[in-house]
């Protein structure tokens, strides 16, 4: 079992993190990996980007609990979560997910499942800066009813 897990202000080069993920592997058939970029589209002004906080302990402690339940839930052999904090442009990469299992619906459920945890119940404070000014924002409520699933699934 291969977890990594870095919560920093450093970027993020999904296409480098994947190719290192991908060396460490030795019985995986199925493997998926997500990136988040920052959208340069807002509602009412453009994106140039987002500053994120986060509070250092409870931040990691969070998403280790997460990574234990996702290895408690699916059959993976490694996990890797690296989120950005500080500001971050439009066009820059703020989160990779990558998950490997020997089959590929435990990967996707596994990527699926932490991305849903990372949106809404992480601890991170985030500010989106627009042509307009800077307002922090909330998940939508589409992110929260997403997660809500496997809050379900773990009861049937």
């Known amino acids: 079992m291969s977890v990594h897990i870095n919560i920093s202000d450093q970027p993020i080069s999904a296409p480098e993190l994947l190719n290192d993920f991908e060396a460490r592997l030795t019985s995986s058939g199925g493997v998926v990996s997500f990136s988040g970029v920052v959208r340069p589209g807002g509602k009412d002004s453009r ?5 994120l906080q986060s509070y250092s302990p409870m931040t990691e402690n969070g998403v280790e609990g997460a990574v234990e339940q996702a290895f408690s839930r699916w059959p993976l052999e490694a996990l890797a979560v690296y ?3 500080g500001e971050i442009r439009a066009g820059e990469t703020i989160v990779f997910v990558a998950t490997a299992s ?3 619906r435990a990967a996707f459920e596994a ?3 932490l991305m849903d945890y990372l949106k809404t119940e992480a601890v991170f404070w985030k500010k989106e800066i627009t042509e307009a000014g800077e307002v922090w924002i909330e998940p939508r409520e589409q992110d929260y009813q997403d997660n809500q699933r496997w809050q379900q699934s773990e009861t049937n």
């Open 102 to 104: 020997r089959h590929r």
């Open 47 to 51: 994106v140039l980007g987002l500053f």
């Open 111 to 113: 990527a699926d499942f």
């Open 83 to 85: 989120h950005r904090t």
